[in-house]
């Protein structure tokens, strides 16, 4: 079953207009998290926030229920010289993870509100977000924490490239994955 939530487009122009609507419904979703792992922290998702929406690249997708923001996605294509692939762990070919400013869209955050959970609104975002990129292929990362989640990304097409902690302070362990795109 889906939703049928109507989506809503966005880039960098509107990062200051959405800002509080995204962090309203970040705090929401990950208020259980928060209590216990400082990664999970409003402060520090703002300021991961501020970084990817300065870039020009950036792309965020808002689905709504009516007047009712019911979650979000977001991403931006890889620089050239970008950190993402910096904590990877295991042994990958360097073709695979060489970067050119046009090869990859990171998908930074994906997130739903629990009322929509599993009513096809995750998945009608995903696919919103991705719908007509033009790179080869999108990369996102997945909490080893979180099996659940990474099992719905790979039957979502998604494929496990392999482990990556982020250098950033707190950062849990992660399943770095890929899908080709078109
Ligand atoms: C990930 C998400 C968008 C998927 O939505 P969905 O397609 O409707 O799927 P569900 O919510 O049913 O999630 C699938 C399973 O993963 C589990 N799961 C989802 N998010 C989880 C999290 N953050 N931590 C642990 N388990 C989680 C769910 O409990 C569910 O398990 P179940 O089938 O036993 O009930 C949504 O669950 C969500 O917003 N989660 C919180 C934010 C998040 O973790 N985003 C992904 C970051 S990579």
């Given at each position: 079953m889906t939703t049928g939530i109507a989506i809503r487009r966005y880039d960098h122009r509107h990062a200051?207009?959405?800002?509080?609507?995204?962090l309203e419904?970040?705090?929401e979703v990950y208020a259980d998290?928060?209590?216990s792992d400082p990664f999970?922290?409003?402060?520090?998702?703002?300021?991961?926030?501020?970084?990817?929406?300065?870039?020009?690249?950036?792309?965020?997708?808002?689905?709504?229920?009516?007047?009712?923001?019911?979650g979000y996605a977001y991403g931006a294509p890889l620089a050239a010289d970008a950190p993402w692939w910096g904590g990877l762990l295991s042994d990958v070919d360097p073709a695979i993870t060489a970067e050119t400013g046009s090869?990859?869209?990171a998908l930074s955050e994906l997130m739903v509100r629990t009322p929509w959970r599993k009513t096809g609104a995750a998945k009608q975002l995903h696919d919103a977000l991705l719908e007509g990129r033009p790179e080869e292929r999108a990369t996102l990362l997945v909490d080893q924490?979180?099996?659940?989640?990474?099992?719905?990304?790979?039957?979502?097409?998604?494929?496990?490239?392999?482990?990556?902690?982020?250098?950033?302070?707190?950062?849990?362990l992660f399943h770095a994955m890929l899908l080709p795109l078109c």
């Open positions: 200051a207009e959405l800002r509080p609507l995204l419904v970040y705090a998290a928060a209590m999970a922290g409003v402060d520090r998702f703002a300021r991961g926030l501020d970084g990817w929406s300065a870039r020009p690249g950036w792309t965020c997708v808002v689905g709504y229920d009516g007047d009712q923001a019911v090869r990859t869209y924490g979180h099996p659940k989640v990474h099992a719905l990304y790979e039957s979502w097409g998604w494929q496990t490239l392999g482990n990556l902690r982020p250098r950033i302070k707190d950062a849990p």
